[in-house]
């Protein structure tokens, strides 16, 4: 009979703690999420799990944890305030089919064109984020709902516990590592409570967890254009927050491990993950940066980490909601806390003044953004701003090197890549009325990228011809010569040896 080797049931053991200590953290988080999408608290809960469970098995991360998140949270509000949360399971649904359409398409790959500055601003403004929703949880609500700031023995408590939390969790690594520390943290400081009879904030003030299980159960929609119409944006846009927010994570986690996941079958576990959870009552998710790092720092590296976690998430919610509801939420801020510390690129701060300055430029934004809006955006800007700068700084590359040959012909040869950047530049170094009657424009040394570059040459051609003037274009791609329409049969393009590169242009079937 094969039995576990000592290593084996060891690797079982920090998997299964590591998804405890995960599950308990998944609680406030995801009570938390649904308040901010407008939906019960179990809708919130049941995502976390079916999302976590779903995700774990099919994805392409092992270790990596998924669930309710904030960044989807923000977009579900509009719909569910206006429509109602039937909509809702509908536009979940919806996004898991996109999220699978983007894995059979194989648009993960896309992932490693995101800068390296833009990801070290996207974790530090994520690490911020974290940082900030920490906060709310040193206010009390008074009978008048306003929420008030924790002080006096309530705050001393509360600040204490923290402190408590956070010196387990630094300290016990140091006597074994047999235990996950935040795990022992959270029991530590909940024993403590329950056996002083300490007053303080626990998970069961913010809202019961108590429940079944999910039901299937088919969105009571209408079955319409008009359904639709009103679901397909909100659907879009949560399919594309998800992903982007899931293979940065991955991308994180990846780092972290000194392992590879796959993206394109990440972006099919959470399209399945989705489409499953909007057809059980569940607000959908995608993976959690947070969690992720907390199920890494306990041990968990496989599939059976996230899978643990989930498990034990139902199991709360089904049997243990009276003992999880007394967890102080002291333990889970302190453990949070880690997560911000471990989380943020500290080192990111040493080499802000040896990078480039549009590269610190980038880091600084991304994280501004990432905390004033949500990850997606903060992710777009960086992108689009990184290859805004890529552009400008290639702009200045481009330059000609002039001479006349044997036959008495003006020779240009371009150096530098021509795109929409670089044809303003382009066109200045071509005087046609200076020129002699014969002029080659050698472009051998040069790649044209772009319909901007080839419309570029277009018009430097007709400026030589207005000028009356003889022009050769020498060694340009097939696809340039098709589409120099312009120009006609007064510019001669000579044909031997030109290189066999594609323009990135749409007239090109």
Same mark, same amino acid.
């Given at each position: 009979?094969?039995?576990?080797?000592? =290593?084996?049931?060891?690797?079982?053991? &920090?998997?299964?703690?590591?998804?405890?200590?995960?599950?308990? $953290?998944?609680?406030?988080? =995801?009570?938390?999420?649904?308040?901010?999408?407008?939906?019960?608290?179990?809708?919130?809960?049941?995502?976390?799990?079916?999302?976590?469970?779903?995700?774990?098995?099919?994805?392409? !991360?092992?270790?990596?944890?998924?669930?309710?998140?904030?960044?989807?949270?923000?977009?579900?509000?509009?719909?569910? =305030?206006?429509?109602?949360?039937?909509?809702?399971?509908? #536009?979940?649904?919806?996004?898991?089919?996109?999220?699978?359409?983007?894995?059979?398409?194989?648009?993960?790959?896309?992932? !490693? @064109?995101?800068?390296?500055?833009?990801?070290? *601003?996207?974790?530090?403004?994520?690490?911020?984020?974290?940082?900030?929703?920490?906060?709310?949880?040193?206010?009390?609500?008074?009978?008048?709902?306003?929420?008030?700031?924790?002080?006096?023995?309530?705050?001393?408590?509360?600040?204490?516990?923290?402190?408590?939390?956070?010196?387990?969790?630094?300290?016990?690594?140091?006597?074994?590592?047999?235990?996950?520390?935040?795990?022992?943290?959270? @029991?530590?400081?909940?024993?403590?409570?329950?056996?002083?009879?300490?007053?303080?904030?626990?998970?069961?003030?913010?809202?019961?967890?108590? +429940?079944?299980?999910? %039901?299937?159960?088919?969105?009571?929609?209408?079955?319409?254009?008009?359904?639709?119409?009103?679901?397909?944006?909100?659907?879009?846009?949560?399919? #594309?927050?998800?992903?982007?927010?899931?293979?940065?994570?991955?991308?994180?986690?990846?780092?972290?491990?000194?392992?590879?996941?796959?993206?394109?079958? %990440?972006?099919?576990?959470?399209?399945?993950? &989705?489409?499953?959870? +909007?057809?059980?009552?569940?607000? *959908?998710?995608?993976?959690?940066?947070?969690?992720?790092?907390?199920?890494?720092?306990?041990?968990?590296?496989?599939?059976?980490?996230?899978?643990?976690?989930?498990?034990?998430?139902?199991?709360?919610?089904?049997?243990?909601?009276?003992?999880? %509801?007394? @967890?102080?939420?002291?333990?889970?801020?302190?453990?949070?806390?880690?997560?911000?510390?471990?989380?943020?690129?500290?080192?990111?701060?040493?080499?802000?003044?040896?990078?480039?300055?549009?590269?610190?430029?980038?880091?600084?934004?991304?994280?501004?953004?990432?905390?004033?809006?949500?990850?997606?955006? $903060?992710?777009?800007? +960086?992108?689009?701003?990184?290859?805004?700068?890529?552009?400008?700084?290639?702009?200045?590359?481009?330059?000609?090197?002039?001479?006349?040959?044997?036959?008495?012909?003006?020779?240009?040869?371009?150096?530098?890549?021509?795109?929409?950047?670089?044809?303003?530049?382009?066109? %200045?170094?071509?005087?046609?009325?200076?020129?002699?009657?014969?002029?080659?424009?050698?472009?051998?040394?040069?790649?044209?990228?772009?319909?901007?570059?080839?419309?570029?040459?277009?018009?430097?051609?007709?400026?030589?011809?207005?000028? *009356?003037?003889?022009?050769?274009?020498?060694?340009?791609?097939?696809?340039?010569?098709?589409?120099?329409?312009?120009?006609?049969?007064?510019?001669?393009?000579?044909?031997?040896?030109?290189?066999?590169?594609?323009?990135?242009?749409?007239? @090109?079937?």
């Amino acid at each position: 009979m094969f039995k576990l080797g000592c =290593a084996c049931r060891a690797c079982v053991k &920090n998997e299964v703690l590591s998804g405890l200590t995960v599950a308990l $953290a998944l609680v406030p988080e =995801a009570v938390a999420f649904a308040f901010v999408a407008g939906v019960d608290p179990l809708v919130g809960l049941y995502a976390a799990f079916m999302v976590g469970l779903l995700a774990a098995i099919f994805g392409g !991360r092992p270790g990596m944890i998924s669930g309710a998140t904030g960044a989807m949270a923000v977009v579900m509000v509009a719909l569910v =305030a206006e429509h109602g949360v039937e909509y809702l399971f509908a #536009a979940v649904v919806l996004t898991g089919l996109f999220q699978m359409g983007a894995g059979v398409l194989r648009l993960g790959k896309f992932i !490693r @064109i995101v800068p390296y500055p833009v990801m070290l *601003g996207f974790v530090n403004g994520l690490a911020i984020v974290i940082f900030l929703a920490q906060l709310q949880h040193f206010q009390v609500t008074t009978p008048e709902g306003v929420k008030e700031w924790l002080s006096g023995d309530a705050l001393l408590v509360f600040s204490g516990l923290v402190m408590i939390t956070l010196f387990v969790i630094y300290f016990l690594p140091k006597v074994t590592s047999s235990f996950p520390a935040a795990l022992a943290a959270i @029991i530590t400081v909940s024993l403590l409570v329950i056996g002083l009879d300490l007053d303080t904030i626990t998970v069961g003030d913010l809202a019961s967890i108590k +429940g079944g299980l999910p %039901e299937f159960h088919i969105p009571a929609v209408p079955f319409t254009f008009e359904t639709l119409l009103v679901i397909l944006p909100y659907s879009f846009i949560l399919a #594309a927050v998800g992903l982007i927010e899931s293979l940065l994570t991955l991308s994180l986690i990846d780092e972290v491990t000194n392992t590879r996941g796959r993206g394109n079958r %990440e972006c099919m576990g959470q399209g399945i993950a &989705n489409t499953v959870t +909007g057809l059980f009552g569940g607000m *959908g998710g995608c993976a959690m940066i947070g969690q992720s790092m907390i199920n890494v720092n306990s041990g968990g590296r496989e599939r059976l980490s996230g899978v643990a976690a989930a498990l034990f998430l139902l199991m709360f919610i089904l049997f243990a909601s009276p003992l999880i %509801e007394r @967890i102080p939420m002291a333990a889970l801020v302190g453990v949070m806390f880690v997560v911000v510390l471990a989380t943020f690129e500290w080192s990111s701060l040493r080499i802000m003044g040896k990078i480039p300055a549009s590269d610190a430029f980038v880091l600084v934004l991304v994280s501004a953004v990432t905390v004033f809006t949500d990850l997606a955006i $903060a992710v777009v800007v +960086g992108v689009i701003v990184s290859a805004l700068v890529f552009a400008w700084e290639h702009a200045k590359h481009i330059n000609i090197n002039t001479y006349d040959d044997e036959q008495g012909s003006r020779v240009h040869e371009l150096n530098g890549p021509l795109f929409f950047g670089s044809v303003k530049n382009f066109l %200045e170094l071509f005087d046609p009325k200076d020129e002699p009657d014969d002029v080659i424009i050698e472009f051998q040394n040069s790649r044209v990228a772009d319909h901007s570059a080839i419309e570029a040459i277009d018009n430097l051609a007709e400026r030589y011809i207005k000028a *009356g003037k003889t022009l050769h274009l020498r060694h340009l791609s097939e696809e340039c010569r098709q589409l120099l329409k312009k120009a006609g049969s007064l510019v001669e393009v000579n044909v031997l040896e030109d290189p066999r590169y594609h323009v990135a242009d749409d007239q @090109i079937a």
